[in-house]
DNA sequence: AGCCTCCTAATTTTT
DNA sequence: TTAGGAGGCT
C-alpha cells in the first residue's frame, strides 16, 4: 500500500501568516478584517471585478492575453488573504501541469511566500487520483491502483479483440481505445452506453469495454479516463462522500473551462451543486479540443447551469497590436454561437499582419528562414529579436519537416516542441516496468512487457505456457513463471533467463521493503542486473546512446522523489521533459501547443484550404469541424505580440505528390485594412499567381532590402564559416544569388569520407547525390545535407579511420 | 529470433 | 512518399 494519508489535507490547517482573525460571528454578519490588498492595485476594472466577486457563481471570459492567469491567481490570494478561505479548502484545477505550476508559482508571488497548503491545486487527473486513492474500494479497485498509459491500453484492448476472434487488423486495438476514451469522456460506464453508440467497432464495442474494464479491475488498474469516470461514478453513488468534499471545497476554480469534457463538467458540477462557489475562465474562441471530448457547450451553458451566475468579459489585450488583434478578429467573426468578445488594445501603432504568397512549400521554408534571420538582425523595421522570440506555428506536424530541412541547411537553430513525450519513450517504458514489478509482482502488464526485453530466448511459446499456469493457478504471471521454473516447464536458455529474472525480481522487492539501499541506488542496481542497461549498451543502432542518456536522467528524476512508489505514482501524471538548452532557437510547433503561448514574431505557414482548414476536419465534423479550425486560426493570430506573418503556397508534396493548392478561406476572411500583403522576393522568377485572387503588387524596396540582406545574414555567414572560408573570395554582396549554388559543387566529396557539420559533428559520407550528400553521422544518425555545409574531417581536426 | 517484404494509412494530444 | 506494423521465411 502506498502512501496516501493525505487526510490532513482536510484538516484546517493554521491559516497563512496575513491571514485575518476575524471571529465567525462577525464573519458571519459579513465583517472582515480590513486589510492591504496591493495586488489589486495592478487590475483594470474588468480583472478587478473577477477578482472580487469571490461567492456565487463566475464566468470569466477572458480572450487571448487579457491577463487571464493575472485574474485567476489574484482571485484566489484574494480569497486567502479575505480570510474567505483556507489554502485547503480551495479546489483549482488546470489542465496541464505546466499550468497548475504556474499558477502555484504566480500565486506564491501575490502572497510574498510559498503556497505548501494548496493541496487542492492541480490538473483534473491529478486530483482525482488523490480522490480516488481514498475511495477505491467503491469502484472495485484497492487504492495502491496502477494507472495505465496509453500503450498499456492498446496492449490490453488488443488482447481482448484477439481473444474475441475480431480481425484486428479491421479493427485495430488504437480504434476500439478510441471509442472507449469518447465514452469515457461522455462519462458513460459500460452499462450507460446508449444503445444508438452500442454498434460502434463491429458491434462488440459496448462487450469490449465491459470486458476491460473487468480486466482492468482484476489487474488493480485504472487509465487516464477512468480516473475522472470512477470519481463522478462515486460521486453520484454515495452522496455522503460527495456532501463531504462539497463542504471542503469551498471554492472552485477552474481554468481553461472550453477544453471540459462532459465527465469533467459533471465532476465540477457535482462538487459545486452546494454553494456554487465556482469560477470558470475560458475562451470560447479558443476551444480547439472538441475532437477529444471537449465540449464548447460547457463554457455556452454556463449561465444556464448556475442561474445567477456573474458574467465578466476580459477584453482589453495587453499582447497584440491593435492589427493583429483586428485580423484575428476578423477571421474569428465568422464562427456563430459564439459568446461574443471583441478584443482590443491601448497599444498605438504597430505592423499589419504581413501575408505573402509562394510557389511552393520548399520556397515558403526557404523565405521563413531569411525572414527569421531578417528579424534577428533587425532589419524588418523592428529591433533585432532573438530566436527565442519568434515561432512557427504549424497546423499538423508533418509541414514541419519542410523547415527543419531548411534549417539544417542554413545552420539556424530550431527547436521542435512536440512529438514524444519523454515517458512515452521506449526504454523509458521499459525501465519504468521493471520499477513496477519491484514494487508489485502482481502488474501483470508490466511483466509481459519486459519478460524478453532484453533478450531472454522467451518467445510467445514461453509467454503463453506461463500465461497458462498463472490462469491455472489463479495466480500473477509473476507466480506463473516461478511455477513454470520449478517445474522446468521451460527449457533451454529461456528457462535459465526465466530463472533469473524471478530471482532479480524477488531480491529487487526484498531489497525494496528493506529500503537497505536508497531507491536510487536500487532503480540502477534493477537496470545493472536485469541487463537492461547492457542491452542498449550492445545496441549498435544510432538511437542507443539517446536512449542510455534518457535512462539517465530517469535516474536522476528520481532523486526528487521519497521512494519508488511515489516516482511511480507521480510519473503517469506528470513528468514534462523540458530539457533546457541556453541556444537561441527559433521554435516550430502545431498550433494546438501553442495555445497559452506568446511570441513577438510568430509565423504561420500553410494557410491553405485542405491542409488549413484540415480537410478532414471539415469531413469529419462538418461546420463544426471548420469552426473548431477557424478558432485554431484565431488562436494562432493571437499568439503574436508584434509581428504576425502569414503564408501559404500554391504547391505542395502531399504524400509525395506535387499537389496545386489553394489559399485558406481563412486567408479571405482577413480584414483588407489590417493586412499588409507582401510579394515574395523573384529570386526564383517565383511569386504567387492569379489563383491567389491577391493583387501582387509589392514592393521594390522590400524586395531590394531582402536581396541586399541575404549576403549578411546570420546564415551565409555561418556558411562561410563552416567552408573554411574556402568561398569567401569569389562571393561578395550583390553577386546573383544562383552563385552560391554553384559554389557547391566545386567542394568535392567521395564516399568514406570523414567530414564534420557544424550541427550534427563528425561523420562519415556514404552517398552522392548532385550536392546534396548522404552522410552517416556518429551521433546523429544518417542524414542528407548539402556539400557547401560540410567540410572534410582532417580540416577540422578529426582523425580519419 | 531476426530479417525481409508487403500492406496500409496518413490531424491535432493532455493526463 | 514513407513509416510502422504484421506476417512469413530462414
Known amino acids: 500500500m502506498s502512501d496516501f494519508d493525505d487526510d490532513d489535507l482536510f484538516e484546517p490547517i493554521e491559516p497563512a501568516q496575513s491571514a485575518p482573525k476575524v471571529p465567525l460571528s462577525q464573519r458571519a454578519m459579513g465583517i472582515s478584517a480590513p486589510r492591504p490588498a496591493p495586488y489589486l492595485d495592478g487590475l483594470n476594472p474588468a480583472q ?5 466577486a469571490l461567492d456565487g457563481p463566475v464566468l470569466m471570459l477572458a480572450g487571448a492575453g487579457t491577463g487571464k492567469t493575472k485574474a485567476l491567481t489574484t482571485r484566489i490570494a484574494h480569497l486567502l488573504n479575505t480570510g474567505q478561505a483556507r489554502p485547503n479548502e480551495i479546489l483549482s484545477v488546470t489542465f496541464t501541469n505546466k499550468a497548475a ?40 479497485l484497492k487504492s495502491n491502483f496502477t494507472i495505465l498509459d496509453t500503450d498499456d491500453q492498446n496492449r490490453l484492448l488488443k488482447q481482448l479483440i484477439v481473444a474475441a476472434n475480431i480481425d484486428e487488423k479491421r479493427w485495430p486495438a488504437r480504434l476500439l481505445s478510441g471509442v472507449i476514451d469518447n465514452w469515457k469522456n461522455r ?29 482492468l479491475k482484476t489487474l488493480n488498474a485504472c487509465d487516464f479516463g477512468d480516473l475522472l469516470l470512477h470519481m463522478v461514478t ?9 456532501k463531504q468534499y462539497q463542504t471542503w471545497f469551498r471554492y472552485i476554480l477552474v481554468d481553461e473551462y472550453q477544453d471540459t469534457n462532459v465527465a469533467q463538467y459533471l465532476w465540477l458540477r457535482l462538487l459545486a451543486a452546494g454553494h456554487k462557489n465556482i469560477c470558470c475562465v475560458g ?43 483586428g485580423a484575428a478578429a476578423g477571421v474569428i467573426r465568422g464562427n456563430e454561437g459564439r459568446l461574443g468578445k471583441e478584443l482590443w488594445t491601448d497599444a498605438e501603432g504597430g505592423d499589419k499582419v504581413r501575408l505573402i504568397g509562394h510557389w511552393d512549400g520548399n520556397e515558403e521554408a526557404r523565405w521563413v528562414g531569411e525572414e527569421l534571420e531578417a528579424m534577428q538582425r533587425g532589419t524588418r523595421g523592428n529591433a533585432p529579436l532573438s530566436l527565442d522570440d519568434m515561432a512557427i506555428l504549424v497546423r499538423a506536424s508533418h509541414q514541419m519537416r519542410a523547415f527543419e530541412d531548411r534549417f539544417l541547411t542554413i545552420g539556424l537553430p530550431y527547436r521542435v516542441i512536440g512529438g514524444p513525450r519523454f515517458y512515452e519513450r521506449l526504454e523509458i517504458r521499459d525501465a519504468m516496468a521493471y520499477f513496477r514489478l519491484a514494487v508489485s509482482q502482481d502488474d501483470d502488464l508490466a511483466f509481459e512487457r519486459i519478460v524478453n526485453t532484453p533478450r531472454r530466448g522467451l518467445g510467445d511459446k514461453a509467454v503463453q505456457t506461463i500465461q497458462r499456469l498463472a490462469r491455472q493457478n489463479g495466480v500473477s504471471l509473476v507466480e506463473g513463471a516461478r511455477i513454470a521454473v520449478e517445474q522446468g516447464e521451460i527449457k533451454g536458455k529461456g528457462g535459465k533467463g526465466l530463472a533469473d529474472l524471478v530471482i532479480g525480481l524477488d531480491r529487487w522487492h526484498k531489497q525494496m521493503t528493506e529500503e537497505a539501499d536508497t531507491h536510487v541506488e536500487l532503480a540502477e542496481m534493477i537496470l545493472d542486473d536485469s541487463g537492461y542497461t547492457a542491452h542498449w549498451m550492445n545496441d549498435k543502432t544510432p538511437e542507443a546512446p539517446g536512449r542510455l542518456e534518457n535512462l539517465k536522467e530517469l535516474v536522476k528524476a528520481l532523486e526528487g522523489f521519497e521512494n519508488l512508489q511515489g516516482f511511480l505514482e507521480h510519473v503517469s501524471l506528470i513528468m514534462d521533459n523540458e530539457s533546457e538548452n541556453s541556444e537561441e532557437k527559433v521554435t516550430i510547433m502545431t498550433l494546438h501547443a501553442a495555445k497559452g503561448l506568446e511570441y513577438p514574431a510568430v509565423f504561420l505557414p500553410g494557410w491553405e484550404d485542405g491542409l488549413f482548414p484540415s480537410q478532414r476536419s471539415m469531413d ?85 532590402a531582402l536581396r541586399a540582406d541575404a549576403y549578411n545574414s546570420p546564415g551565409w555567414k555561418r556558411m562561410q564559416e563552416n567552408t573554411g572560408g574556402k568561398l569567401r573570395a569569389k562571393s561578395s554582396p550583390g ?59 582532417s580540416e577540422a581536426g578529426d582523425v580519419p579511420f
Open 101 to 140: 505550476r504556474e499558477m502555484k508559482n504566480r500565486v506564491a508571488n501575490l502572497l510574498g511566500q510559498t503556497v505548501e497548503g494548496m493541496p487542492w491545486m492541480g490538473t483534473f487527473h491529478s486530483i482525482c487520483v488523490k480522490l480516488l486513492r481514498r475511495h477505491a474500494e467503491l469502484v472495485g
Open 234 to 242: 462515486i460521486f453520484q453513488r454515495h452522496d455522503d462522500i460527495l
Open 48 to 52: 478587478r471585478e473577477a477578482v472580487e
Open 620 to 704: 469529419e465534423s462538418g461546420l463544426k469541424g471548420l469552426e473548431e479550425e477557424r478558432r485554431l486560426a484565431y488562436v494562432g493570430i493571437t499568439r503574436a505580440e508584434t509581428i504576425c506573418t502569414i503564408s501559404f503556397a500554391a504547391n505542395r508534396l502531399v504524400y509525395g505528390q506535387w499537389q496545386s493548392q489553394l489559399p485558406s478561406r481563412f486567408v479571405d476572411e482577413l480584414p483588407e485594412e489590417h493586412v499588409d500583403v507582401l510579394t515574395p522576393p523573384g529570386l526564383y522568377g517565383g511569386g504567387y499567381g492569379a489563383a491567389s485572387g491577391m493583387s501582387g503588387v509589392g514592393s521594390k524596396i522590400e524586395e531590394q
Open 735 to 793: 553577386e546573383a544569388r544562383g552563385l552560391v549554388i554553384d559554389m557547391a559543387a566545386v567542394s568535392s566529396f567521395t564516399q568514406g569520407n570523414r567530414v564534420f557539420h557544424q550541427k550534427f559533428g563528425y561523420g562519415t559520407v556514404m552517398g552522392i547525390e548532385g550536392d546534396k550528400l548522404d552522410i552517416e553521422f556518429d551521433k546523429a544518425g544518417a542524414k542528407k545535407v548539402i556539400s557547401k555545409f560540410i567540410i572534410l574531417a
Open 283 to 325: 475562451d470560447d474562441d479558443q476551444s480547439i479540443y472538441g475532437w477529444r471530448g471537449a465540449e464548447v457547450g460547457n463554457i455556452l451553458r454556463f449561465e444556464a447551469d448556475f442561474p445567477g451566475a456573474k458574467v465578466v468579459k476580459l477584453e482589453q489585450n495587453y499582447r497584440s497590436t491593435a492589427h493583429i488583434l
Open 187 to 215: 462519462a458513460w460506464t459500460p452499462a450507460q452506453v446508449p444503445t444508438g453508440d452500442a454498434s460502434a467497432f463491429n458491434g462488440q464495442g459496448v462487450d469490449l469495454y465491459h470486458q476491460y474494464q473487468e480486466r
